[in-house]
Each structure stands twice: as C-alpha cells, then as structure tokens.
C-alpha cells in the first residue's frame, strides 16, 4: 500500500536520510528506533509527502505520491504527531472532528455530514475521551491531548498510520492502551502502521518488524526477534544492553546496563 | 469573563449568530445616522432612511443625512467589515492572535501606496486602491517572510516583524509627505490616523465591493483556516494544500485591507479587538469567526466614528484615535495573557 523506494533526504549539505527502502504492508505494525537525529522523523515525514526525497519516489497505491491531490493522500495516510500546539480555544470535538477535512464534498467550504459527527464521536470513545468533547484543548494535559491527537487521526478513516514517538507523553497505562488501539486497528482492518519511537520495549511488544536506523542509513531490518539483539543495539546507540525475554509475552525485553562507574556519590 | 464551551458550530448557529449581530448593525446605523453636530430627530430619520417623502425633516436636514452622514456611516461599515475580517484571517493563518492589519505593518503598507498615487497619479482616482492593494500586499510578503524562523514564527517575532516593518514603511511615509506642499501635511496626518471624513463615492463602492469579494474569498476558506490555525503541518497531514490557502487568504486580506485604506487611512485595532470579541463569545470556528466578525467589524467602526464625531462636535477626531484607545489595552491584556500561558 505505501512503499519507499530508495529514498534519500539531503537538508543542504547535509544528508537526513540515505538510501533507505521501505514496504508498509496491510496490518502490519513497523516500529523505526535509532538515536537522536538518526533520521526517523524525516523519513515518516516523507512517507507522507511532507518532505519531498532529493533521489528515490514513495508509490501509494501504485502511484508515485507526489500526483495524488493533497485530500487523496490525506484519505490514505493520518500523522499522529508529537505534540499539537494549540493557541486558539479549540473544543476536543472541534478538534477531532478536523480528521474529516479530507472527505469535504466541496473544498474547504460547508459543514460537516452526520457521518464525520459519528465519526469523530467514535473516535472519541475509543480513545477514552467521552466527556471531555466540550473541553478546550489547551486545558487538558499533556497525555489527553496526545489522545485526541490519535482520536482525529483515528477519524479520518485513513488504512495508514504514521505516529511519530505516540507515547512519548503518556503514562504506563495509555502507552499500552495507545498502541494496542493501533495494532486491533492494523489486525482488524487491514491497516498498517509506522512508528518512530525510543521505547524500544513497547516496539518489541506491538510490532511485526522492526528498522534500526543510525545516521540516516538503515542499519538493520526484520522481526524484533532478530533486531533487538545485544550486539545490534550497542552498535547503534554504543549503550551496553542486555536482552531477554519478558516473562509474559515472550517478546525481546531490552534492558540498559548503566555503568555507575564514573559518577561521583551525592 | 465567561468562554462558552460549545461541541461544534453548526450552519443553523451560524445564521442565528449573524443575524443578531445583523440587527445590532443596523440598529447603530440608524442611531449613528441621527447623532453629530446636527441632531435629527429620531422619527424624522427613519422615516427619511425607509424611503418615505413627507418626514419632519428639513431640506437642510435632508441634505446632512443623505449627502453628508449617509455615505460616511456606509464607508464607516465597509471599512469596519474588511479589517476585522482581514484580522481574524491574519490570526488563523499566522497562528497569532494578536496578528492585525495595522500591527502587522500591512495597513502602513497600504498607506505607502495610496500615498504613492496621490503624489505621482493624482489625476487618476483608481490608482489609490490598485497601488494601495499593491502595497499591502508587499508588507504582507514582507512580514510574514521576516517572522518565519527555522521553529515557524512565535508570536513575539511576528509582532517584532510588524514594528520593523510598519518603522520602515513610516520613514517611506514621512519622505513622501516632504515632497507635498505644505497646505496639505496636515490633512494627511489626519488621514494617517484613519479618517472617514475625506473619502469619494468611487472609494466608497470599491470599500464596498472589496469588502464583499474578500469576505467571501476568506469564507470559503474558512475550513481550512481552522485546520492552519492549528499550525502548517497539521493543515498538510490533513489534506489541506497550504501553498494554495495561505495565497488566496493572504491576497484577500491585501484587498480587503487595500480597499479600506486607500478610502479611509489607517483605522488601527480594528481587525484585533473584534474578532477577539467575536472568538471569546462564540468560539474559534472561522465558518462562524468570519462573517460575525464582518458585520461586527461594521457596527464597531460605525460607533467609534459615532464617537469620532460627537466627543468633541463640531470638530472631529480621526476615528483612528478612538478604536486605538480601545484596541491598545486589549493588546496589552491579550500580550500578557499570552505570556503567562506560555
């Protein structure tokens, strides 16, 4: 459904992100890690059309993005972004209900159908944000408005999920509920998903296959069993970790070794 | 102050909100009409206003209220109804709710040209509108290139923006008055200030006209403005071609704001205080925020320049002078506000 074919990203001089082929099949979960400035959050954007690659094409559907109107892409592809800033009071229905812009019958002009109400009221609900509709979005907290940011993403109906770092600020329990929202979707409607995250526990949990990047380059690829692996992750993030099983899921369970060595007592 | 928390706006609240607003309009034209140096009774002018012959109203009467009010009140409402509509539509799309035509240094670059056309193509009426509309947009180019930083533009740097560019674009201002004789400085700084004494009926029609095309161009819009509003990224991801929408709204709100200037100088606030009135009382949804900000932009100027007229009759102030008394501490209580939520 979404293919990027040997992309690469150059901002001036400097290259974001080199090389890099990805296919995002139907329910599948794909999870990017990788440190700081690695190039996951460009490559996402340009999965979505908002950087355009220097070399390489993305094909949706069989066509090259870039000739797809804005709305069509929009139809297919929803962003869950890192954090909305909202400066203007905006009600979370308000809010949600802007998932629907897309599907307007005339651009950019009337009211919304039943249909994008009982969209967006969905949306709402399974994100556990009933009651909260007529609340301004300013005044929620940071994890609520993280919600509603995938309740609008959730509304717009599209079959391609792209989350940059969803649970960055969200509590245990909605970082679990977050991403098993996402993987029922993928599992259920043939939906797909791309993760950018740190939370290297959580992509071993909830994804099918897993990317390493370093330095804009792909360094490995293939299921969490595979990559999540001692020697891959040190050569990455140069963190010494060990790597088990958790107990319950039996997934790759990573955890750091801090070496306390050279820190003096407080 | 109270923030109704409504789910949505819906096409039937929209109406309902502006008809209100609607009647409110038309009753502070008719109160306008009667108010000034001369006092017309209040019968006598309505009568006159719904078209019937035989009113109490003197020959002389007749002609303060057709041939001097009447006009006026009309420019006053034009002008009034193109800056608050610009103002909301600058605030959605710079994402600033203290963005205004006159902060922003737009309206100064509408003055520039207007200017420009008085000195160098005084002959040609038309001109003033088409340099005045070229001017503005410049500042707005000008402005809006300044404040984009590699993080977008914060609130602050934009207004930063607006007072270099509004400076520069007054030093213009201050040279093309040296080349004038000397009879006509003062009139200019007058006008400067917003004037809506010295306007012509073919500047009253292209307000007028200006008005209705910008408004309608900002309201089919207005959809998408709610989704920039919530910055230019999101706007994309959800389906909204940016380059397109920030082009049509930004030439929209040159013409609109233009039209008002090369009419009327620069009335200041206007596309500030009303929209945020319009916002606190029914919502940020621009399907509604535009057009009730129109028709109140339209009351607004109709009751300062009421004021303009009357504080000190028979002189005048320039009606500028009474909405910055009004607009400036309400910028003052919004930059403040903005301070301590960030």
């Known amino acids: 459904m979404l293919e990027a074919r040997n992309i690469t990203v150059n901002y001036d001089s400097r290259v974001a992100a080199a090389e890099i082929s990805l296919l995002v099949e139907p329910s599948k979960v794909i999870s990017i890690i990788g440190p700081n400035g690695a190039g996951k959050s460009t490559l996402l954007r340009t999965l979505n059309g908002n950087v355009i690659p220097t070399t390489g094409e993305v094909i949706l559907d069989g066509r090259p993005l870039h000739s797809y109107a804005r709305r069509v892409v929009a139809q297919r592809v929803a962003v869950v972004a890192q954090e909305a800033d909202v400066r203007f009071p905006v009600t979370v229905f308000e809010f949600v209900i802007g998932g629907r812009y897309a599907w307007a019958n005339v651009t950019a002009w009337g009211w919304e159908s039943v249909r994008d109400i009982e969209l967006a009221q969905n949306a709402i609900a399974i994100t556990e944000?009933?009651?909260?509709?007529?609340?301004?979005?300013?005044?929620?907290?940071?994890?609520?408005?993280?919600?509603?940011?995938?309740?609008?993403?959730?509304?717009?109906?599209?079959?391609?999920?792209?989350?940059?770092?969803?649970?960055?600020?969200?509590?245990?329990?909605?970082?679990?509920?977050?991403?098993?929202?996402?993987?029922?979707?993928?599992?259920?409607s043939d939906s797909a998903a791309v993760v950018v995250t740190h939370d290297v526990n959580l992509a071993a949990e909830f994804s099918n296959e897993v990317m390493l990047m370093k330095e804009g380059r792909s360094v490995a690829f293939g299921s969490p069993h595979e990559i999540l692996t001692e020697q891959l992750l040190k050569e990455v993030f140069a963190l010494q970790v060990l790597v088990d099983a958790h107990p319950v899921s039996g997934a790759p369970r990573v955890t750091p070794v801090h070496e306390m060595k050279s820190v003096p007592p407080a | 102050m109270t923030n109704p928390r409504h789910n949505r706006s819906s096409l039937r609240r929209t109406l309902f909100v502006c008809a209100g607003l609607f009647l409110v309009l038309i009753l502070a034209f008719v109160i306008s009409s009667i108010l000034?140096?001369?006092?017309?009774?209040?019968?006598?002018?309505?009568?006159?206003?719904?078209?019937?012959?035989?009113?109490?109203?003197?020959?002389?009467?007749?002609?303060?209220?057709?041939?001097?009010?009447?006009?006026?009140?009309?420019?006053?409402?034009?002008?009034g109804t193109c800056l608050a509509a610009a103002g909301a539509a600058y605030q959605a799309l710079l994402?600033?709710?203290?963005?205004?035509?006159?902060?922003?240094?737009?309206?100064?670059?509408?003055?520039?040209?207007?200017?420009?056309?008085?000195?160098?193509?005084?002959?040609?009426?038309?001109?003033?509108?088409?340099?005045?509309?070229?001017?503005?947009?410049?500042?707005?180019?000008?402005?809006?290139?300044?404040?984009?930083?590699?993080?977008?533009?914060?609130?602050?740097?934009?207004?930063?923006?607006?007072?270099?560019?509004?400076?520069?674009?007054?030093?213009?201002?201050?040279?093309?008055?040296?080349?004038?004789?000397?009879?006509?400085?003062?009139?200019f700084t007058f006008w400067l200030l917003g004037d809506l004494s010295g306007t012509t009926s073919n500047l009253l029609i292209v307000a007028?006209?200006?008005?209705?095309?910008?408004?309608?161009?900002?309201?089919?819009?207005?959809?998408?403005?709610?989704?920039?509003?919530?910055?230019?990224?999101?706007?994309?991801?959800?389906?909204?071609?940016?380059?397109?929408?920030?082009?049509?709204?930004?030439?929209?709100?040159?013409?609109?704001?233009?039209?008002?200037?090369?009419?009327?100088?620069?009335?200041?606030?206007?596309?500030?205080?009303?929209?945020?009135?319009?916002?606190?009382?029914?919502?940020?949804?621009?399907?509604?925020?535009?057009?009730?900000?129109?028709?109140?932009?339209?009351?607004?100027?109709?009751?300062?320049?009421?004021?303009?007229?009357?504080?000190?009759?028979?002189?005048?102030?320039?009606?500028?002078?009474?909405?910055?008394?009004?607009?400036?501490?309400?910028?003052?209580?919004?930059?403040?506000?903005?301070?301590?939520?960030?």
Not at chain 2, 37 to 63: D, I, P, V, W
Not at chain 2, 152 to 172: M, N, Q, W
Not at chain 2, 244 to 256: I, M, P, Y
């Open chain 2, 208 to 342: 007028f006209l200006a008005a209705v095309v910008g408004v309608i161009a900002l309201g089919v819009n207005a959809r998408a403005l709610n989704l920039l509003m919530l910055g230019e990224r999101d706007a994309f991801d959800l389906g909204v071609e940016v380059g397109r929408v920030r082009l049509v709204v930004f030439a929209a709100a040159s013409l609109l704001v233009g039209a008002s200037v090369a009419s009327s100088g620069s009335v200041g606030y206007v596309g500030l205080v009303v929209p945020h009135l319009v916002r606190l009382s029914f919502g940020s949804d621009n399907r509604l925020v535009i057009p009730a900000a129109a028709i109140g932009g339209a009351t607004f100027v109709i009751i300062a320049d009421t004021l303009a007229r009357t504080v000190i009759a028979p002189r005048e102030l320039p009606v500028g002078a009474i909405t910055a008394l009004i607009g400036a501490p309400l910028f003052v209580y919004l930059l403040r506000r903005g301070a301590a939520s960030v």
């Open chain 2, 95 to 187: 994402r600033n709710p203290l963005a205004e035509p006159y902060l922003l240094g737009v309206s100064n670059g509408a003055a520039v040209g207007t200017m420009t056309a008085l000195v160098f193509f005084g002959a040609y009426e038309w001109s003033r509108p088409v340099l005045a509309f070229a001017g503005a947009t410049a500042a707005t180019f000008l402005v809006y290139r300044l404040a984009r930083g590699r993080a977008g533009a914060t609130p602050e740097r934009l207004i930063l923006a607006g007072v270099i560019v509004t400076t520069f674009l007054s030093s213009a201002i201050v040279f093309i008055t040296t080349v004038m004789d000397a009879t006509r400085i003062r009139s």
């Open chain 1, 129 to 188: 944000l009933n009651g909260f509709e007529s609340r301004l979005m300013n005044e929620l907290s940071g994890g609520e408005r993280q919600r509603a940011v995938l309740a609008r993403a959730l509304a717009t109906e599209a079959k391609i999920f792209l989350l940059d770092e969803p649970t960055a600020n969200l509590d245990l329990a909605h970082q679990a509920t977050m991403l098993r929202l996402i993987r029922s979707r993928c599992d259920k």
């Open chain 2, 36 to 79: 000034g140096a001369q006092r017309l009774s209040f019968g006598g002018a309505l009568c006159a206003l719904t078209g019937k012959a035989n009113c109490s109203l003197s020959a002389e009467e007749r002609a303060i209220l057709f041939d001097i009010r009447l006009p006026r009140i009309l420019l006053a409402g034009a002008v």
